[in-house]
Each structure stands twice: as C-alpha cells, then as structure tokens.
C-alpha cells in the first residue's frame, strides 16, 4: 500500500468473484478531461504516492494540467514491467552481474541486485540474415546464429537462474515488439503488494526505442536507453516532465489500394513537420474505432520516427476484440473492461480531452508512399518515386560509377545504379500487421501465377514478426508463391532493419566496389539511416511489403510503376504493378479465414521454453557470474572500479580538447556501434589479436556485452563526418597529443588523451543523439573519456542516458552553434560553474571558455559564451553527482 493516499483514492474493484484494490482518478480535481495517457500517469501516482518523491502537489499539478504550458512539473513514473531486446538486453545483465559483486566488495548482500519490476528479454536482434532464398535458410540462419552467440546465451540462461522476476525469451520466437503485444502485454496489470491483489494500468519501458508499439494496445510505454532500463528493473522511477500531449484526429478511412505503412509513412511525415520531440501523441475522435488494431501497432511502433515519447490509442472494443484473438484469458479480457471504465481509460468519443496542439488526418486522402533513401520522415509518393530517386542520384554516385557486367551462380546481369540489391520484408513495424502482410502474400501469388520472378541481383528476405504469421501464410496457402519469388523465411526476428542483412553474394560486392555504384535497399522496417543496412547500400527505402515485392520484381528504384512493366507474363503480354496489385475485399476476406485463437494459443504456450538448442545450452549458476577472462562477448565492465560508499565531489572541467566536431542530425547509430566489425578497425584488431577469425567477428550489436569491442567501436560509423578533418567519413579525428595532431581513430585518440590525463568534449548540431535509445552511445561517449557535450539540441533519450553514464550535456546559446561562435575544434576548453552541483544547487548556465591553440590560430582570442546545463531535473542532478546512475543504484542498495 503506498504510504500517503492524500485523495483517498484507494477502492476496490470485483470482477468475477475476485477483489482487486484499485487506485481511482476520478478523485483527483481535472481529472476528465486529462488525456488518455495522462490519466495513466496520474495514477500511477496514487498509487506511488510517499510525501517525498511524488507528492500531493504533484499529483494536483497533473489534475489541473495546462496543455499550453511549457512542461516544468517533475514527476516520478514508476512502470509496471520492464521489456528488453538482446542486444541491448545483455548489457543491462551484465551490469547486473556486476553490481551483484560490487554490493559483496562494498560488505552488502549480493542477493539484493534482482529486478524489482518485472523483466522480460526476447532474443530477437542476433539473427542474420546470412543464406536466403533457399528451403533451409531459416534453419541454417538460427544454426549460426547459436555459434556465433553461444557465450551469451548461456550468460542470459544463467540470469534467468539466477535473478528474479526475470524471463527469456528464446531466439526464432519472434520480434520484441510483436511479443509484446501478441502476448507478454496484459492492459491491466495485476501484483500482490503486502498481501493485496491490485490491479492497476499495464505500463513498460524497453529497451528499444519501438516499444512505442504496444501503446496500440492502449498500454503507455517508451523507449529508454539500457542505462534507465537497469535503474527501473531496480525500482528507480523514470523522472519526466508532465510532457505536452498532442491530439491527432483520425477520420475517414484507408482508400483502396492503399496501406497501413502508406498511412504511418504519411503520419510520420506530418508530425516531423509539426515537431513532437519530447511531447505524447495521442489519437481521438470517433475515427479510432475503425482503426484494426494491427493499424494502431503499427502507427505507435513509428513513434521514434516522427520523434514522440509516446503515440497513444485509448483502449475500446477494438483492444478486446484483439486480446480475445491472441489467446488472452476472458477473466483477463472482463478485468480489461470493467477497470479501464472504471478508470474513465475507456474510449468515449463524445469526450475530447483537452490537449497542447492538434492535429488531424483524413485516412481517406493518403496515397501509397515509400520513404528514404535516409531519413524515415523523408516521404516520397510512389508516382514520384522515380523522379525523385533521379534528382537525388548525383549526391550518392560519382560521375565514374558505370554499369558493371556481374555473373552470380551462372546467372549474368548488368548491374548499375539504383538497383536493388535487397527486398527485405523485415522489422517489428509490418510484421504484426496482417493486412500489408497478407497483402504481400496475395501480390506472390498473383506475381507467380503471371510467371514473374525477382530480379538475379536482388536479395529476397522474409523475417516474420512471430511464428502466427508463418501459420496464417501456410492456412492462406500464401508460402508456395512467396518461395517461388524467393521471399523464403529467414528467421524470427529484426535481421535487415537493425543492420543484420547479411552479406550480398560475393560478386555483386566486388562489383559495387569496383564502380562505387550507389545500390539500394526496399524494406519494410522503420529505420532506413545512412550506414545501417548494409555496408555495400548507400541509399535504403521503406515501403509497405507488397512493395517490398512490387521493388524485388522492378529490380530498380529507378522506376514508375504507373507507366512501365514489371516485366513479360507467361503469356507474353507486359505486367503491371495494378494487374497484380490485391484487392483490399480479398485481402480482409483472407484475414478473416486464415487467422485464428488457435495458432496464438499454439505459438505462445511454451514460449519461455526454447527449443531443443536452447534447452541444451550448458547453463552456469550460483549468485555471481563466474566470468571467463577469454571471453570476447561478455565481460565485466569497468564502472565500478575504485568506488568508494561516498560519492567524490563534481569538478570543472579544465584543458580539455575536442574529440569530435560534429554536424546536425548524428543519430545514436552514428555514434554507438551497431551492424557489422571491420578487420581494419581499433575493434577488429582487438578481436585478432585474441584469436578471433574475421568469419566469426559476428556483429557490434552481438558483443554489446564486451565493452573492449564497444569502446573501440564508439563514433566508427562508417558515415560519420567528423569536421575536425576535411573529407574524410568514418571513426577519425585529429589526435592533439602528437606534435603536428595527425588523423588518427578516435578510439587510438582517446588512449594517448587518457595516459595524458586530458579530459575531453563533443561538439554537435542540432537533434544530436536522435534515433534508436542506445545505451552504448553514453556508455561509449564515457569510457573514452568525454566528460561534456556541447551540441544545439539534444533527442530525450540520449540526453538522460549522457547523465546516467557521468557526462555533462550542454547546449549553445540559442541560436548560436559552434560555426557561428568561430569553434572549429582545435581549441583548449575550459568549462566552470558545474562546482555548484555540489551545493545541491543545479546551474542554469556554466561559463565556457575556447582558448584557440597557438599552433593553428596564433593571437586568436578566446571565445567565451554561456552554455545552458541540459540536466533537467532533480533526480537527473543527483545520478551527476554520483557519477551516474548505476552508482546512485548502488550506493541506495548498500
């Protein structure tokens, strides 16, 4: 029972013969017209209410919400369950692991590390997409993926021994995501706290940033970096700012022809351009109630692409209907409505709620829409598609790229720019959604039975959101067609979209190579960042996964659908992308027969059990991990080495150098490593030099657990541009311990500045640290020793994440940069004022002082400005002053 109830707020709620404790809103002055999400968060505050860390006025703060306001009310959410993928997943282990063993060296109980929310972790990020278009590819892909991952899959065997309240999920389960709301979501949750059974509303944070997908199901919840994930499996509250809440009013409904992803593609486009950084949005009106759940999941999965914390849908009969379907408990699904009208968390929509901005979209006027060849909020109609992809060629092929002759398997192509090199149906966004997966299903058939086939030079991959899909495609008798196109499943899990697309055949890379032919990527994920899906892509597509095939048949992006043939049917006349496209009757009509209970019941009654692989993995045990000093995957991280019970007072910041000057725009994957390890980098030569082929380096993402292969790989995107050196991309700056600061790896850089006790910044843009939450990106920036970041704007994520890994974030004077300053990188930096961290105090500003270096600028003056200190809050200030958060954990638990 929480220790205040200033509201008196507590009741009980039955539901088929069983009580439930419940914590009412309706209590609480304003409560009405709250936004769906913000009646969520009020109460979660009831019911965590303690007079100290959320308070009366805190809770009366949300009751009277100003949707106009700035946000400037902290308040402390406290999520029901915490939701983790592998990669991301180990490090959050690992580190529990190693807390466990600090606790013992600081005289605590090792056994108090454990998740005091419930954790789950799915297996999905590890599988590549290695052999494809073949019967036994899944079989072959999942057989690597237990080589190469052996080390840590007994290492998350073991936490699941070893620490409570923590479940695995196998790997060639499925994504996350889809997990997630397909089974592991429960709307309303239910724990026995002091011996009472409560129910209150299903809430997560995950580990990756499109866990905004279950927010379809009416379930708040957000990406956090690893770091935040960690600290909420120990019961930190996340601490926000009651964000702005935008209202989007969905009305009309889809046109034929046009799809799920059309729809998100055009909604991501709109909120990009409306700005929702930092803010929920959430959708009203009675347009919702025609929007399939499926649609819903899809649009919350975008959220990070159009930049939202959060894209709400209220819960109705919708959510039911879907709940019923994937094997829910009809106790479950009776709780489900009888709390959440109770809760007024039941969509009413004679009730608009009253919300910061608004917006609204007219289903009725989207058209089919792909998105690239960059950014996901870069949207292109398709009848412009070709037009587009022409005029954008020149910045991404040099005027010496020519068509190349390329023979693969005793097939012989030309290949030249443009073409497609992979048609990946993959990513947590479509694959839930049995309408655009189905639709793809039909537009094989259709295809095949024309006697059309993918282009030679193109890498057909199908990598399902859960196994329910392979079911649904076998009773739809769907598989046969998409085998014929070479769409084969590759496996269970993210592959392409996270960077796991695996190598082109050995001749088409040589070749791109050779001609520097700028190739291209069609899938139907989420993320489409430069660098990210295949070393050898430079321009990446999304589109729905009927288009996925429509691009796999074009063999080209250089193309228009509307006047030019996929190719020559077998009877000899030309074929269109309309002849072939499915009609949305047919598509519905096969939903509705080939999906049922059955196959979830099936999919998902043993689903923490694993197959024969993972059940006889050697598993460790015992309270502490016994860490192999070979090992190259997973380690034992240095961040609490030498801590002592007492936290060390914060200091200013003096002769610093610049690591990195960086533009707008650097994404999480520009500076945390993900995708593939090449031999030639600081994180390949480390694995040579213990013994590791170049075969086996496996992927960054699959050693997150090694923060020796991390470290290395931090800011060695191969598209970084870093502008202390001219025209050269990838993981270089200039090393200014060395007498004429030659380029040198940034990691090499960062040795000689530690050995010389030079502590070091970051300059950067605008959006800097935007993209996926990853953890690395922080832990990374700190292990090299970057003590500050100064950038123009900072993404939510990433920003906490730099304070719960000890470094500073700073922004420029507003609408100053470091261009306009004169900064070019080569300065000495000093930075004071952070002292008064130590007096609780948290500064608005702190004095930054350039000093130009006399060898490149002799009689240059210094250039002083006031950056604002980005430590938001005051939970924020107290992880500073421990020197991050898992030391603030620690320090509390002893």
Known sequence: MSAVNSFQSIDTLSVAGTDYQVFRVDRVPGYETLPFSLKVLLENLLRTEDGANVTEAQIRALGSWDPSAEPDTEIQFTPARVVMQDFTGVPCIVDLATMREAVAELGGDPNKVNPLAPAELVIDHSVIADLFGTADALERNVEIEYERNGERY????????????FKVVPPGTGIVHQVNIEHLAKVTYTREVGGVLRAYPDTCVGTDSHT????????????????EAEAAMLGQPVSMLIPKVVGFKLTGSIPTGVTATDVVLTITDMLRKHGVVGKFVEFYGAGVSAVPLANRATIGNMSPEFGSTAAMFPIDDVTLDYLRLTGRSEEQVALVEAYSKLQSLWHDPSVVPRFSEYLELDLSTVVPSIAGPKRPQDRIELSAAKKAFEEVLPSYAPEASTPIDVTVGGESFTLD??????????????????????????????AAQKGLKAKPWVKTTLAPGSKVVTDYYEKAGLTDDLE????????????????????????????????????????????????????????????????????????????????????????????????????????QATIDSSIDTAMFDHQYSSVFEGDERWRSLPTPDGATFDWDAESTYVRKPPYFEGMTLETSPVSDIHGA?????????????HISPAGSIKADSPAGQYLMAHGVDRKDFNSYGSRRGNHEVMIRGTFANIRLKNQLL??????????????????????????????????????????????????????????????????????????????????????????????????????????????????GVTPKTVRVVATPSAHSAPGRAPIEFDAVVRIDTPGEADYYRNGGILQYVLRSLV
């Not at 007994?154 to 309240?165: C, E, H, I, P, S």
């Not at 905004?212 to 770091?227: E, F, P, Q």
């Not at 190739?519 to 139907?524: C, D, G, H």
């Open 484 to 587: 014929a196109l070479g769409f084969y499943t590759v496996g269970y899990g993210c592959t392409t979209c996270i960077g796991n697309s695996g190598p082109l055949a050995e001749e088409i890379s040589s070749a791109i190579a050779e001609k520097d032919l700028a190739v291209t990527a069609v899938l139907s994920g989420n993320r489409n960042f430069e660098g990210r899906i295949n070393p050898d892509v430079k321009m990446n597509y999304l589109a729905s996964p009927p288009l996925v095939i429509a691009y796999a048949l074009a063999g080209t992006m250089d193309f228009d659908f509307e006047s030019e043939p996929l190719g020559t049917g077998s009877d000899g006349a030309p074929v269109y992308l309309r002849d072939i496209w499915p009609d949305a009757a047919e598509v």
């Open 657 to 669: 150098r610049v690591l990195a000057k960086l533009g707008d725009s650097v994404t999480t994957d």
């Open 417 to 446: 720019n443009g073409h497609v090199t992979i048609a990946a149906i993959t990513s947590c966004t479509n694959t839930s959604n049995p309408s655009v997966m189905l639709a793809a299903g039909l537009l094989a058939r259709n």
């Open 212 to 227: 905004t997908m279950v927010n379809g199901l009416g379930v708040l919840g957000w990406g956090v970096g690893g770091i």
């Open 726 to 839: 001219d025209g050269v991309e990838g993981g270089f700056t200039r090393d200014f311990t060395q007498a004429d600061a030659p380029q040198s790896f940034i990691y090499d850089a960062s040795v000689n500045y530690q050995a010389a006790g030079v502590p070091l910044v970051i300059l950067a843009g605008k959006e800097y640290g935007s993209g996926s939450s990853r953890d690395w990106a922080a832990k990374g920036t700190s292990l090299l020793g970057v003590k500050a970041v100064i950038a123009e704007s900072f993404e939510r994520i990433h920003r906490s994440n730099l304070i719960g890994m000890g470094v500073i974030p700073l922004q420029f004077p507003a609408g100053e940069s470091a261009d306009s300053l004169g900064l070019d990188g080569t300065e000495s930096i000093a930075i004071s004022g952070i002292e008064q961290l130590n007096e």
């Open 154 to 165: 007994q290492f998350l065997r073991w936490g699941q021994t070893a620490f409570d309240d």
